[in-house]
């Protein structure tokens, strides 16, 4: 016999705490299936904000906050390696928090009007424009929520335009 193995099975404690069974009639601790069930987006962005513990993560939700009350058709989505994403129609934003900022990057920025004057980042390209939030730097939520506005109406354009005309064949 191999060391440490006596070839009897050792008794299991009972299961504490509610439990299930799977379809092959195993019984599973309720807690532990929900760990292991594949988290949604808006739980790994909750617990993206929550490790977040200084101005960051209230920073950051605010952000959350300002661009989900924007739209109810609002998609939230996780991406490219731990990135909060938001879609309605098409790409609005991602997010991320580095160390001295948070920074969330609209898809179609430089198509976008910005009266408020939001767009604040280096960040010159054809496309894509963003917003740096420094420490300190308060979230202006109401023209935070116009610019996703304006960024949705820009997606339902472009949607708008693929579509062929009626009684035409693609």
């Known amino acids: 016999a191999k060391p440490g193995r006596s070839g009897r099975h050792r008794a ?3 299961v504490q705490g509610p439990t299930t069974q799977d379809h092959r009639g195993i019984t599973i601790i309720a807690t532990l299936e929900k760990m292991l069930a594949p988290m949604e987006a808006s739980e790994k962005i909750d617990r993206m904000i929550a490790g977040l513990t200084d101005w960051r993560g209230k920073t ?8 989900l009350a924007a739209d109810r058709g609002i998609v939230e989505e996780w991406k490219w390696m731990g990135s909060p994403v938001w879609s309605c129609d098409g790409m609005i934003a991602v997010a991320d928090a580095h160390k001295a900022k948070v920074k969330i990057t609209f898809a179609y ?5 910005d009266p408020d004057k939001l767009f604040n980042a280096d960040d010159k390209g054809n496309t894509r424009r963003a917003i740096d939030f420094a420490e300190g730097h ?24 693929k579509a062929p005309a009626k009684g035409k064949k693609a």
Do not use: C, D, T, W
């Open 138 to 161: 308060k979230v202006n939520g109401p023209a935070l929520k116009r610019l996703v506005r304006a960024a949705i109406a820009h997606n339902q354009g472009k949607s708008k335009k």
């Open 109 to 113: 920025g430089a198509r976008l009007a």
């Open 60 to 67: 950051f939700a605010a952000v959350r906050k300002a661009v």
């Open 12 to 14: 299991i404690a009972p």
